[in-house]
């Protein structure tokens, strides 16, 4: 079953400058936490669940791990109090997870319409949604196992040698080279161009009732979903076109953010929208990572112009950006925003100074998950209805999002469930629910008028 609780104890070590990085970007008002909703049928015991979950998070160490002050600096250190599952709904508002206080991951299982739904919240020096997702799996896994009776497939034991390496960054080497004055380039445009913000409407005076109440709207978390034939239509376009769904989500996320800003004039200022999007960096080589950060920040930017130029030939515009995403992977150049980090963590009230003066890094903040049933729909039977089985019951659908960010007021995340896209949003309190509401709605607008396009 699971690995004894002090497993990997000793591979935590100090805090990498990534994780450093998330520990002092964490804010009251935009805290460092992605956040996931896994919804089930009724048929979860509640009871196994939590009886899983201590299994399962037996297998992470970072999960059940504080920061502690050292004379080296942050350290990570095994907590005596662990993670456990509440009952009930998770608030309304997420607040900030103090990892010198406790450790990083909060859970709810609560009642709904459907059946029951887990909530999880993470502080992101923890690990990245790759991690969460395969503490997700053991978690499923164990829950299975203790329904069913039956041993199932896990990965073997995760490698402590791996988590003592998950921040190290010198042994990739990138496909394509890039040039000094490049470079130089590139850092300018970061530092020195700062991108438009998304414009806030003046604050509601009185929140929509609907919202209000809505248990869509528990934690800031907002979610729409694509029809099982938008979704198809929208997979064999972008086969067709030979880009991603990711290329073409960031694509569309521009138009939005250009056409939500044209809307409030005078309230925002520059010519340039940045997205960002976090950047895979696990090879074969992690294959049995447990939960940790593994991954870099890309920054995709279009001016203005650029995009106002991409609505004569959408298809072009979407196609640069898939060109730019590879030119990325190839040159591994998200890898630079690491090697600052690096180069600033050595002075901590470097690195602290840089983010307390750092205004915001985009206009909005994107992650593609891909499908979900990838890890998971292969250790499980599939239901009729396209859903899950797990043990005696069904996983409907996970959503999820990444946190936004100080003047980053949207962040989206983006998943297949079982053919069906589903977009989620978490948003600031300035930008405010009802706005998050609208946006989301007009961008989801966008994706159904994109799929359903000719050509």
């Excluded at 009886?51 to 791990?65: N, S, T």
């Excluded at 909530?119 to 829950?143: K, N, P, S, T």
């Excluded at 630079?336 to 985009?362: T, V």
Aim: charged share 25%; glycine share 8%.
């Amino acid at each position: 079953m699971a690995e004894s609780s002090e497993a990997g104890s000793e591979a935590l070590g100090q805090l990498t400058a990534f994780e450093k990085y998330m520990v002092w970007d964490d804010h009251a008002d935009a805290p460092m936490t992605p956040v996931v909703q896994v919804d089930f049928d009724s048929a979860l015991d509640a009871d196994d669940l939590h009886q899983a979950f201590d299994a399962a998070l037996k297998r992470h160490p970072l999960l059940r791990a504080r920061v502690s002050e050292a004379s080296g600096g942050l350290r990570w250190s095994p907590s005596h109090e662990l993670p456990q599952i509440e009952m009930g709904l998770p608030p309304t508002r997420y607040t900030p997870i103090d990892l010198h206080a406790q450790t990083g991951l909060r859970c709810w299982l609560a009642e709904r319409a459907h059946g029951k739904s887990l909530f999880l919240q993470w502080h992101h020096a923890c690990c990245d949604g790759v991690g969460m997702r395969a503490f997700l799996i053991d978690l499923l896994l164990e829950y299975a196992e203790i329904r069913t009776g039956v041993s199932l497939a896990k990965t073997p034991n995760y490698s402590h040698e791996q988590l003592a390496n998950r921040g190290d960054i010198d042994g990739f080497r990138p496909k394509q080279a890039i040039g000094y004055l490049q470079k130089l380039r590139n850092a300018y445009y970061f530092h020195f161009q700062p991108p438009v913000a998304l414009a806030c409407r003046a604050r509601e005076q009185s929140t929509n009732e609907h919202l209000k109440e809505s248990s869509e709207s528990l934690g800031r978390l907002l979610t729409c979903e694509i029809s099982g034939e938008h979704s198809r239509l929208m997979r064999e376009k972008c086969r067709k076109n030979h880009i991603s769904p990711n290329s073409v989500a960031l694509a569309l996320l521009f138009l939005q953010c250009d056409e939500w800003n044209k809307r409030l004039p005078g309230l925002q200022t520059g010519q340039r929208f940045r997205l960002l999007v976090p950047f895979d960096l696990r090879t074969s080589d992690c294959s049995q990572l447990s939960a940790a950060n593994r991954m870099s920040f890309a920054f995709v930017g279009r001016t203005r112009r650029q995009i106002e130029n991409a609505l004569g030939d959408f298809s072009a515009f979407a196609a640069g950006i898939h060109e730019e995403m590879q030119y990325n992977r190839n040159t591994m150049l998200p890898l630079d925003f690491l090697r600052g980090l690096e180069l600033a963590a050595r002075s901590p009230r470097a690195l602290k100074g840089l983010l307390a003066a750092s205004n915001r890094m985009a206009t909005a903040v994107l992650t593609y998950t891909g499908d979900v049933a990838r890890g998971i729909g292969r250790k499980f039977p599939l239901a009729s209805d396209g859903s899950v089985q797990i043990g005696d019951c069904r996983l409907l659908r996970i959503v999820a999002a990444p946190p936004v960010r100080r003047n980053t007021h949207v962040a989206i995340g983006i998943c297949q469930n079982w053919g069906k896209f589903l977009i989620s949003a978490a948003v600031s309190d300035a930008f405010g629910l009802e706005s998050g509401r609208a946006f989301l709605d007009e961008y989801q607008a966008r994706w159904r008028d994109y799929a359903s396009r000719s050509g």
